[in-house]
């Protein structure tokens, strides 16, 4: 829906990906190989791969996600 916009996560949000994913913020960016990653192409990821903890810990965030790719 490119007439949606895009969320926009300040940093705080690491700290919920992490917990969420079980993975520190360094091993995401030496996995992928970018420093300083932008953390909305993290969320997406995280959002898909760990969908049901992503949905429990961060349920606003799931549906605004949903909406923007037609899932919810």
Known sequence: HPQLPW?????????HLERIS???RQHVESVIGIEGVDILPVAIHHFFVFSEEFTAGLAEEAARLGSLFSLR
């Open 22 to 24: 079980g993975m520190p």
């Open 7 to 15: 969320p926009q996560y300040d940093e705080a949000m690491w700290s």
